[in-house]
T-cell receptor
Framework: DAGVTQSPTHLIKTRGQHVTLRCSPI?????VSWYQQVLGQGPQFIFQ???????GRGNFPDRFSARQFPNYSSELNVNALLLGDSALYLC????????????FGPGTRLTVT | DQQVKQNSPSLSVQEGRISILNCDYT??????FLWYKKYPAEGPTFLIS?????DKNEDGRFTVFLNKSAKHLSLHIVPSQPGDSAVYFC????????????FGKGTRLSVIA
């Protein structure tokens, strides 16, 4: 079975630009969450979506937004990039029968210069 | 304030010996705890979990112990193998199924052959 997939794997952006990251959950998983992992830290929760609705939002500025599509894939958008947005962005999906267990994708490494 | 703390950034263990990774939490509302393993360039992989109604959970070489009164949990790996070398994250969640995971900063385990 395919795991959580994310694209792109890496990207480099300049301060002030906009970025869109994409995620496809495991088949049958309807919940998608986004996490940001800065070097030396654990993943920090950004958003959770379930059935296309936002179910939770972490302590991130409004420059961060997300959405979930009818096929349960998701996009994370970040506007007006700052140097501090450089991080590994992880997407995770949850199975409906084991709500606590999140399965993570390999992440997108974003570098802002 | 960090609600989940992993106070040891790194740990080195000889192959075949026991590895013990520790985690403390401050939020008494957490009632489900998970350990994830992360290799470089990969997303975190779910390892083992424990509900607050238990004090121990085993899965092969991995055992997690929970001490609720001390707000402390530990992951034991016996016997340790070189392939266990990775960063281990402790994570906690609240009982609703939809609360996001709160991660510690991780402990880098090196198993020396």
């Amino acid at each position: 079975d395919a795991g959580v997939t994310q694209s792109p794997t890496h990207l480099i952006k300049t301060r002030g630009q906009h970025v869109t990251l994409r995620c496809s959950p495991i088949s049958g998983h309807k919940s998608v969450s986004w996490y940001q992992q800065v070097l030396g830290q654990g993943p920090q929760f950004i958003f959770q979506y379930y059935e296309k609705e936002e179910r939770g939002r972490g302590n991130f500025p409004d420059r961060f937004s997300a959405r979930q599509f009818p096929n349960y894939s998701s996009e994370l958008n970040v506007n007006a990039l700052l140097l501090g947005d450089s991080a590994l962005y992880l997407c995770a999906s949850k199975p409906p029968d084991r709500e606590y267990e999140q399965y993570f994708g390999p992440g997108t490494r974003l570098t802002v210069t | 304030d960090q609600q989940v703390k992993q106070n040891s950034p790194s740990l080195s263990v000889q192959e075949g010996r026991i590895s013990i990774l520790n985690c403390d939490y401050t939020n008494s509302m957490f009632d489900y705890f998970l350990w994830y393993k992360k290799y470089p360039a990969e997303g975190p992989t779910f390892l083992i979990s424990i509900s607050s109604i238990k004090d121990k959970n085993e899965d092969g070489r991995f055992t997690v112990f929970l001490n609720k009164s001390a707000k402390h949990l530990s992951l034991h790996i016996v016997p340790s193998q070189p392939g266990d070398s990775a960063v281990y994250f402790c994570a906690a969640s609240r009982f609703s199924g939809n609360t996001p995971l709160v991660f510690g900063k991780g402990t880098r385990l090196s198993v020396i052959a």
